[in-house]
């Protein structure tokens, strides 16, 4: 799409803008590319780069920056990140993440991605297998039913599930006998397997609300809990933000809802190694001025779970990848050691 020229200015007008903020005129930008060019071919190049929808020109300004589609181009064709750097960093204090219990792991990890990026660290928890040692139903209303869990080891849980038809209580006890006579001790993953293979066994409306129970997503009613945020007030000294306080809102809204993080962030669960997501070009990210870096860590070789920062578009993306790179084994490593404790 872009000559080698076109190229060379697109990734200089970048790496100008991360570094200072400034809409990029054609003087400055000829200086930064190292390129023997007039002012005014430069300025055609650059207008060739905004018809594309690469750059865009500030009201206020004659210069011009990236957009998210320019960004993505940067990103995806012309960012290098040095391997030697993809190693813990001097300024990395890793103490908190090599021991201790994993949730202090995670959260640890939270707080050091906050502190190296200067952004906001997420870390999205690994879900838990819902075994249970007990189950209740209780009929609070019309097609209502609270569903009451007790795993082995004494905790509660509590969620609301909505049935098709309505149910006795007495027919409530029958379903929550069967459960705890053929299903105790095993998880809800595994007991909707069963399900699957014995329902035809069982009375058919008993079985739909038993399907309902453990059919309903127990990391649903846990999602408060899943997400360890760091960092949040760091975009308050970001301009893109600090400027526009309708932005900084919705951006803070994002975090307080951490249900939509959850959704964010676990789409690079599927992926291997760091992704990077830059709002406006895609429907992952909801605000166009957001990037985030994201990377999956593992337990024993297995994904468990996500990290990242979360931060401007207009951020210094190699360090970002070797920040959220190096933080991601770390915690890695961390879990799978103390899991093997």
Do not use: C, W
């Not at 790496?15 to 003087?27: C, F, K, L, W």
């Not at 204090?93 to 640890?108: H, K, Y």
């Not at 098709?164 to 379903?175: D, G, K, S, W």
């Not at 990377?295 to 207009?314: H, K, M, N």
């Amino acid at each position: 799409m872009l000559d080698e020229r076109a190229k060379r200015l697109l990734k200089a007008l970048v790496e100008r803008y991360i570094d200072d903020g400034q809409p990029v005129g054609s003087r400055t930008l000829a200086k930064a590319a190292g390129l023997e060019l007039s002012p005014a071919t430069i300025r055609n190049v650059m207008s060739d780069l905004e018809e594309l929808g690469l750059i865009a020109s500030p009201h206020t300004s004659a210069g011009r920056i990236p957009t998210a589609r320019g960004y993505r181009l940067f990103v995806d064709t012309m960012l290098t990140v040095r391997r030697d750097g993809l190693a813990p960093m001097p300024e990395m204090n890793t103490r908190g993440i090599e021991g201790g219990q994993p949730q202090r792991v995670l959260s640890n990890a939270a707080n050091m991605l906050s502190n190296l990026s200067q952004f906001v660290g997420v870390v999205v928890a690994p879900r838990r297998a819902s075994v249970f040692r007990h189950i209740e139903f209780l009929s609070l209303s019309e097609r209502r039913v609270l569903v009451i869990l007790v795993s082995p080891d004494g905790d509660v849980q509590n969620r609301i599930i909505h049935t098709q038809v309505n149910f006795t209580q007495a027919q409530l006890l029958e379903a929550a006998n069967f459960l705890n006579a053929h299903y105790a001790g095993l998880t809800m993953e595994e007991v909707r397997r069963r399900l699957k293979t014995e329902v035809e066994v069982l009375r058919g409306e008993i079985a739909q609300l038993m399907q309902a129970a453990v059919n309903d997503d127990p990391d649903a009613a846990d999602s408060k809990e899943e997400v360890v945020v760091s960092g949040e007030r760091n975009l308050l000294s970001v301009s893109e933000f600090s400027n526009d306080m309708g932005n900084l809102r919705r951006m803070f809204d994002l975090f307080e809802q951490k249900t939509q993080l959850i959704r964010l962030l676990d789409v690079s669960t599927q992926a291997d190694g760091v992704r990077i997501y830059i709002g406006g070009e895609s429907q992952v990210v909801p605000f166009e001025d957001l990037s985030v870096v994201t990377a999956p860590y593992e337990v024993d070789g297995q994904v468990v779970g996500t990290l990242g920062v979360i931060g401007p578009q207009r951020m210094a993306y190699d360090r970002m990848i070797q920040i959220v790179d190096v933080t991601s084994k770390l915690v890695s490593n961390a879990l799978s050691h103390s899991k093997g404790d």
